[in-house]
């Protein structure tokens, strides 16, 4: 080789590796926001998931930074103004939100959950019929399962009620046992959960078929090769020892069960959802 050509190559050499460090540097100094539904309280909400995408950042060498407003609808409206990329969410199965192009990426393995509506135990209220002309609260306009589900529920047995919004769900159970509320359209597993936590008893009036839980999400804009490796931590936490003990103490918080790690979704478990957008009244779509 000649001097000219040993000289090229070392220069060829040189702006390969400059490429790849400004490529490596790039993708280290992006962050990606994420925005969970808020399913409980602001602070407990951040309990859970903070840990988590801190996990899941290190393990993926993506930084992810946790996005959430003071109510669900709040959270979701970011999503929708595509202020963020990653989601855990069931806000984006109605047709014109599917037209967004998310992806969903996996979910979390719980026991199935269903849309509820519920009143203390204690309550007189035995029957969904006494509910009518009551004050029922809900988390908020955007909740599918704990909202949409019950209340369409409702206008389908012609009992009219007066919709409170308690901000996220503990925001309605709240409301619920202060006495502001006589019944609260729920999430089952956020009462197991609520009722774990809050040494609380309810009486179940009406429960909805099964569904899936939420679905782990990204927005389209992402590189596929940055939502893979963020995918790849989020479903390895339960091979993993420290992504177990990350899971455990992050569910114990909130009333879940241990082992509800992430495991993969095409979306395609979520028919249920996108069955109710077809049949649902106008103002629930």
Do not use: C
């Amino acid at each position: 080789m000649t001097t000219a050509m040993t000289r090229l190559a070392g220069r060829l050499l040189t702006l390969v590796v400059f490429v790849l460090v400004l490529t490596h540097d790039a993708r280290a100094a992006a962050v990606y926001n994420f925005s969970p539904v808020n399913q409980y309280g602001i602070n407990l909400t951040a309990a859970y998931w903070n840990p988590i995408i801190g996990y899941v950042s290190d393990k993926s060498g993506i930084k992810l930074a946790l996005k959430i407003g003071r109510t669900s609808a709040d959270t979701t409206s970011y999503v929708l103004a595509r202020e963020v990329e990653f989601a855990f969410t069931n806000h984006l199965f109605s047709p014109a939100r599917e037209s967004l192009k998310w992806k969903t990426l996996g979910r979390r393995q719980t026991p199935a959950i269903q849309g509820q509506i519920v009143v203390p135990a204690e309550s007189p209220i035995t029957d969904l019929a006494q509910l009518a002309g009551k004050d029922v609260a809900f988390p908020g306009p955007e909740a599918l399962v704990a909202y949409k589900f019950p209340y369409a529920h409702l206008l389908s047995r012609n009992i009219n009620v007066t919709v409170v919004f308690g901000g996220n769900m503990d925001g309605a159970f709240s409301q619920l046992f202060s006495g502001r509320v006589q019944a609260v359209g729920a999430n089952s597993q956020l009462t197991e959960g609520y009722a774990k936590r809050e040494n609380k008893k309810f009486r179940v009036l009406w429960t909805s078929e099964p569904l899936h839980d939420l679905a782990l999400m990204v927005a389209p804009q992402v590189p596929e090769n940055d939502a893979r490796a963020v995918a790849e931590a989020f479903l390895g936490m339960a091979k993993d020892a420290r992504g177990r003990d990350v899971m455990r103490k992050a569910s114990a918080l909130v009333g879940l069960p241990e082992d509800a790690y992430f495991i993969f979704s095409d979306g395609s478990e979520y028919g249920a959802y996108r069955r109710f957008y077809q049949s649902a009244p106008a103002n629930l779509r």
